[in-house]
């Protein structure tokens, strides 16, 4: 499958929510294949739709150690821990800039699987962190605005510096 081109910060495509896909399809499928691939191009351990400017809900997620890729289609946070945990967060829409967000520690998410079929997945630590970096995504909520103002000036700035 292809590797799509990645949709860079600041473009407006990712502060824009994504819409349901409702039953995935051949062409959902298909897209997730890209999706996979483009993301390990990238390279990254996640990437939505909307990275791709496809403004649908499907995030795929590989961490290391994965022993297969996980596809996700209209995920949601149904629960989430108050206890908090803190983890390096970047994105494949603005490389080499990472910083520490603090999110819940634990999430529960309800999605559809490839097939259609409806699951829901206990996550912690760093996964954890990373389905709700890719569920924000698709809200139209990129990770700089979980950073304090100052963090996110300087990550901006760095970013602007690395364009150069």
């Not at 081109?5 to 349901?20: G, T, Y």
């Not at 970096?133 to 990129?142: A, K, N, P, S, Y």
């Amino acid at each position: 499958m292809p590797v799509r081109a990645i949709v860079r910060f600041p473009d407006p495509v990712l502060s824009q929510p994504a819409e349901a896909i409702g039953t995935p399809d051949d062409a959902t499928r298909a897209l997730a294949q890209d999706l996979l691939d483009t993301m390990r191009a990238a390279p990254g351990v996640g990437i939505t739709a909307p990275h791709v400017g496809v403004l649908v809900r499907l995030v795929v997620i590989e961490l290391p150690g994965d022993a297969a890729p996980a596809f996700y289609c209209d995920p949601r946070v149904i629960a989430a821990s108050t206890e908090t945990a803190r983890f390096t967060e970047g994105s494949v829409s603005m490389p080499g800039i990472t910083d520490e967000v603090e999110r819940p520690a634990r999430v529960r998410v309800a999605f559809s699987d490839l097939d259609g079929t409806p699951r829901e997945e206990e996550a912690q630590g760093f996964r954890a962190a990373c389905l709700q970096h890719e569920i924000d995504q698709l809200d139209g909520v990129f990770w700089l605005r979980r950073l304090t103002r100052l963090r996110r000036e300087r990550a901006m700035k760095r970013w602007e510096k690395a364009r150069r």
